[in-house]
């Protein structure tokens, strides 16, 4: 293999979100970047928390920021001034004695700021993995796959169980537990804005609790090294009203809409007689494919190749006719396509509502 | 009496010692050596070779990161760059650079003529150089490891890392380990028992100290990395073991835990030596003894005890049960109260010292400053709240480079800028050293200080791109642009290396007026090191010349003699001679090196080393008649 | 760039089959419908001899791990097991009716074959057809030794459960 014999990513992308106004700060200056704490980037921050663990562990970041900080600008103080001190005590007994008291002062109450640093830590760490069950909560397997995520709602009913893939909607003020699982390598579930991040590790189930009181969007990102594609595995988690939620469950609950027109039947055929249902599955059709992400909605989701992109027609041909120039080393198959064919299977997977 | 005086005054010693000490002529010598000056920079030099490769593969990575969807790398590559860096910088820089500063050290400070186990010396070097060798001769063969210096099952086994990379990488562990385990045991057995006569443990200097707890803490951490590397993974790729590998029943977190009882350790193996180091500069700079020396021993063997009891913090993520959480949290923050001690006993010394402004106090000061930063995020890091958010962040990239790079590379400049007319006969010319200070320091704190908030933003590490809408880029081409200033002061550094050693200006023996032994002897010191062994009477000898001008005399110069003393109070035990040149560690690390090569592809290389090796080992250890062993 | 651009000559100096990985294989061709292997040198009408087929992934370890996750993900396993067999015949064995040269398996995945296996050349793209005959051939030691990862423990079993045989039962 040589140098850059594959581009990292597709330059023609069109890098707008669905239902994204198109003021989105784009180019966030280093000051921005280094001065103010919020808002400005991507709605991946552990600083603009929306999860109610994420505020506790911010608070708890903030205290550190400001405790730590200010020990350090004394031992810098010290240190500085020590080079404007030229010695002017340099051998005397009483005053090498002072300097001992002090540092034993100073250790001392090293320990004791430690210490009430560990049991705040102790404190917080216990309240953010709390069970947040009340009896309404939510649970969600997430497992972890090279490179994306299969998401899994659990009912105790199985024909209310909903599977999609990428993308966790979960309700708002409503506890949700995460059952972390892997299918490969040991991924980390990792959404910023919620909660801090649990390992996915194979042959294990982890746990996580998640809730939050503000609807809206957060990215998430595997943070454990997974092999090639680790940067490109994002998910979003969407967080909505509880009513907005159920009617969202509603939808998936259902099969894969049926062609409506010539052309997407036109695409549905495409897609049953080419290798797309050796990985992917649709309910309503003969595609049941079970190792890459569930197709049956695709149409609502927000992005394709896990975060990768935004989920629309433009981007979806790219990567259906390339997936290896979006995400080098993806398991999605490079799938040879007669050129005619792509229109319509556009057109059918985006119906996919 | 200086040194020099007594060599003006005794030229026939001088030259009957010159002649005990001589290396062999020609390559054969060369590789025959067994001196441990020599030796000693034979690591320093390839330690900082491989730096500037790890220097170089830093900066592709940061040219890769410096905007969005960056094409200068494909995944593949960056993933395999990354790995190399992290091991690189770990295993064939860090931590063989402070073993060489020990090896070339050591014996001069306590003032003796050679380490131990001359010979084991000779092999550990050799050994190492065959680790490093192998992993950059399959870097350039397109071999290169890409599951992370860390190389967690089951992304390292043999189903997702196809091909010998990551075997390249298990085995390299297991050269480095086997030369970091001859320097410890050689440094252990040297300071114990080849101290001048006088000098207590009490009146050790702190260097020596802290290689003493370094040397102890690769005795014990070591193994473990052999039992995660070479049993659990190289078995698992190689021979169909399944100690790690989920898939059929191995459990994928006893790699984890097994590899970061050596993997945290290793962090404080490799910065042990450097407080050492900046303890010996402020006290010379600062011209006064350390305040506080027990809470500094103290504080250091206490370092090195708790170092062992925390890796669990590299495991936050994986769902531990709380109260193992608490424990490691505490444990973790402990470690900095002896890491405060230190900081407090060095600022008191300072703050009492005259400071002279060299480029060495310059480091120091540097030194203070980066680490004190990437301590306080470390207690950060140790609380599990912030730690789930951080970990495997930007953050912790910049936490452990302020910790590595500061506490580490900063003390290690200060030595080379302070130790050089020790090593060379010149003076490293002041001028260009504060240069390279001003550029280290602002290229460091330029590239590292962004990634902590890129790290808060929720920039994942080990990613070879990100998407433009994350709002990252800004901060990441700060970070490449201070990565081309560290380069910049990297180049500046070797620069004045190469002039000060052609033209700087001649060195006395002492030219800071420091307090310890190896100040004493010639600028450079000569193979023997001293003419006569002093006998030492306080810690800093050389400032207390009144209390002791007693020497050692009564040991033959014709052969390679030292003198053994005991371990707590360092009175004489008995004389013993060193064994001279030898080629058979040399052999012995070859017929190794074919084997350890050789198991990559088939267990059976193994038993080609153990074959081979013994050959070695039967010539090395072959006796000889007389006893008394000439060069 | 300059990097690279040493790296990329030292690199095409030493470079090795084996660690080779192509992320991006080229566009993926219709695949030649059972063209690939001659199964016999006399040709109806004396034809001319064809050229032969070689396989892109010959050694090559990156393939190898790519076809044994595709072996499990296009349910090869499913007749196969993990390569001793089940309803459909092994894949670790010395006597291949339709021969195991990388042509012949590729013809065999193309065409199918009669009496089960079926036509797999319309659905799996060229590329990986080829990484799954690399993998094949891995199995039965025919890909250099050092490109093949160690063997499952259930490779040679003729179900697909990881469960230990029990005493008694012959091997």
């Known amino acids: 293999m040589t140098w850059g014999r594959m581009p990292s990513c597709a330059p023609v992308a069109n890098r707008r979100w669905p239902g994204e106004s198109g003021t989105r700060p784009k180019l966030a200056t280093c000051a921005t970047m280094l001065f103010s704490l919020a808002s400005a980037f991507g709605q991946q921050s552990s600083l603009a928390p929306g999860g109610t663990h994420a505020s506790q562990i911010k608070s ?85 796959n090279q490179w994306w995520w299969f998401v899994r709602y659990l009912n105790d009913d199985p024909t209310r169980i909903v599977v ?106 495409v897609f049953l007689s080419h290798a797309c249902v050796l990985c992917h599955s649709i309910q309503g059709t003969t595609a049941n494919g079970q190792v890459g992400p569930d197709l049956t909605h695709f149409g609502s989701r927000l992005s394709i190749a896990a975060g990768t992109l935004p989920n629309n027609k433009g981007n979806l041909a790219g990567w259906i006719a390339d997936p290896q120039n979006i995400k080098p080393g993806t398991r999605m198959a490079t799938v040879p396509l007669d050129p005619t064919d792509m229109q319509p299977l556009l057109e059918y997977l985006e119906s996919l509502q | 009496m200086t040194a020099l005086e007594e060599l003006r005054a005794e030229p026939q010693q001088a030259e009957e010692l010159a002649r005990a000490w001589k ?14 000056q020599e030796l000693g920079m034979r690591y320093i ?80 070097y050799w050994i190492y150089l065959a680790g490093g060798l192998l992993l950059y001769a399959a870097a350039f063969t397109n071999t290169m490891p890409d599951a992370g210096w860390f190389a967690y099952s089951p992304l390292s086994g043999p189903q997702f890392s196809p091909g010998k990379g990551v075997d390249v990488w298990a085995q390299m562990i297991t050269f480095t380990e086997i030369s970091a385990l001859c320097v410890a045991v050689e440094l252990i057995v040297t300071i114990l028992r080849l101290r001048a006569p006088g000098m207590t443990l009490n009146r050790l200097p702190m260097f020596c100290w802290a290689m003493l707890v370094q040397s102890f803490m690769i005795i014990f951490a070591m193994p473990a990395v052999m039992i995660a590397s070479t049993i659990f993974l190289l078995n698992d790729r190689t021979i169909g073991t399944h100690f790690v590998n989920p898939a059929e029943g191995g459990d994928p977190l006893l790699y984890q835990h097994v590899f970061w009882f050596f993997g945290h350790p290793e962090v404080y193996i490799i910065f042990i030596p450097a407080l050492g180091m900046a303890s010996s500069i402020i006290e010379a700079f600062s011209r006064r003894p350390v305040i506080g020396y027990p809470a500094l021993v103290l504080s250091l063997v206490a370092n090195g005890f708790i170092a062992f009891g925390l890796w669990v913090h590299h495991m936050f993520a994986t769902g531990l049960p709380q109260i193992g959480e608490a424990y490691f949290t505490a444990a973790s923050m402990m470690i900095a109260v002896t890491s405060g001690v230190q900081i407090f006993c ?27 930063m990437g301590g306080l995020t470390g207690v950060m890091l140790a609380s599990i709240p912030l730690d789930l958010q951080a970990h495997d962040t930007f953050f912790v990239v910049a936490h452990f480079h302020y910790v590595l790079i500061g506490g580490t590379l900063f ?67 700060l970070a490449t642009i201070g990565a081309f200033i560290i380069a910049a002061g990297g180049i500046c550094f070797i620069a004045n290396v190469l002039k000060s050693r ?124 007389p006893l008394d062993i000439r060069p | 760039m300059r990097f690279a651009a040493i790296g990329c000559f030292l690199l095409a100096l030493t470079a090795c089959e084996r660690e080779r990985r192509d992320l991006r294989p080229s566009p993926a061709k219709v695949v030649v419908f059972g063209d690939a292997a001659i199964q016999s040198q006399i040709l109806p009408g004396g034809g001319a001899p064809r050229a032969s087929v070689t396989n892109p992934f010959q050694g090559n370890a990156y393939a190898i791990s790519e076809g044994q996750r595709l072996f499990g993900w296009y349910n090869c396993t499913g007749c196969h097991a993990n390569g001793g067999g089940a309803i459909g015949p092994p894949l670790i064995k010395d006597h291949w009716i339709y021969g195991n040269e990388p042509a012949n398996l590729f013809d065999t995945i193309v065409k199918g074959r009669p009496n089960g296996m079926p036509s797999w050349g319309a659905k799996i793209p060229e590329y990986q057809i080829w990484q799954l005959v690399t993998y094949i051939r891995s199995m039965n030691n025919l890909e250099p030794r050092s490109a093949t990862p160690e063997r499952l423990d259930t490779i040679e079993q003729s179900s697909r459960t990881i469960l230990p045989k029990s005493e008694g039962e012959p091997r």
């Open chain 1, 60 to 144: 708890l970041g903030v205290f550190f920021f400001w405790l730590l900080g200010i020990i350090f600008l004394i031992v810098i103080a010290i240190a500085v001034a020590s080079i404007f001190q030229r010695g002017q005590s340099t051998q005397d007994e009483a005053a090498q004695r002072r300097l001992k008291t002090a540092i034993a002062g100073a250790s001392v109450l090293t320990i004791l700021i430690l210490f009430g640093l560990v049991v705040v830590s102790v404190g917080v760490g216990k309240e953010i993995s709390a069970p947040g069950g009340r009896g309404n909560e939510l649970v969600v397997e997430v497992t972890g």
């Open chain 1, 164 to 269: 999609t893939a990428n993308e966790l909607h979960i309700p708002v003020g409503r506890p949700v537990l995460i059952r972390g699982l892997s299918n490969d390598v040991i991924h980390s579930f990792w959404v910023p804005g919620l909660q801090g991040k649990r390992d996915l590790i194979p042959s294990r189930v982890t746990t996580q609790w998640i809730e939050t009181n503000e609807p809206g969007r957060y990215r998430g990102q595997c943070a454990e090294f997974c092999g090639l594609q680790h940067a490109h595995m994002a998910l979003w988690t969407v967080a909505e009203p509880e009513s907005q939620f159920q009617q969202w469950i509603g939808t998936q609950l259902r099969p894969g809409a049926a062609p409506s027109d010539d052309l997407q039947q036109r695409g549905q055929e």
């Open chain 2, 23 to 36: 290396n062999r002529p020609g390559p054969l010598g060369w590789i025959s050596v067994t001196t441990h």
């Open chain 2, 45 to 124: 030099v390839t330690a900082f070779i491989f730096l500037l490769l790890g220097g170089i593969e830093a900066l592709m990575m940061r040219i890769q990161l410096a905007s969005a969807e960056n094409t200068f790398l494909n995944p593949a590559r960056y993933n395999q760059i990354f790995t190399v860096h992290g091991t690189t910088m770990m295993f064939l820089f860090a931590v063989p650079v402070m073993e060489g500063m020990g090896v070339y050290l050591v014996p001069l400070m306590i003032g003796t003529r050679n380490v131990a186990f001359p010979r084991l010396n000779a092999f550990g």
């Open chain 2, 346 to 372: 060095w600022l008191a010394t300072l703050w009492s010292g005259r400071l002279q402004p060299t480029a060495g106090l310059h480091f120091i000061f540097g030194f203070l400053f980066i680490f004190v």
């Open chain 2, 411 to 477: 003390p290690l400049f200060g030595a080379f800028h302070y130790w050089f007319p020790k090593f060379t006969g010149r003076m490293i010319d002041q001028k260009l050293g504060k240069i390279t200070f001003w550029l280290l320091f602002i290229g460091f704190n330029c590239t590292f200080f962004p990634m902590h908030i890129l790290g808060l933003h929720g920039m994942p590490r080990r990613v070879y791109t990100y998407v433009p809408e994350m709002g990252w880029g800004p901060a990441n081409l």
């Open chain 2, 502 to 625: 052609r033209f700087g200006t001649k060195a006395d023996p002492n030219p800071w007026d420091a307090g310890t032994l190896e100040w004493s002897t010639s600028s450079p010191a000569q193979a023997y090191g001293f003419i006569h062994l002093p006998v030492v009477a306080s810690r800093y000898p050389l400032w207390d010349q009144e209390k002791s001008k007693d020497i050692v005399t009564g040991l033959r110069n014709d052969r390679r003699e030292v003198l053994v003393t005991t371990v707590l109070d360092a009175e004489p035990d008995h004389r013993l001679v060193l064994p001279g040149n030898s080629i058979w560690p040399f052999l012995t690390a070859v017929g190794f090196s074919i084997g350890l090569y050789y198991s990559v592809f088939a267990f059976s290389g193994y038993w080609i080393a153990t074959a081979l090796g013994m050959i070695g080992i039967i010539g090395w250890f072959w006796p000889r008649q």
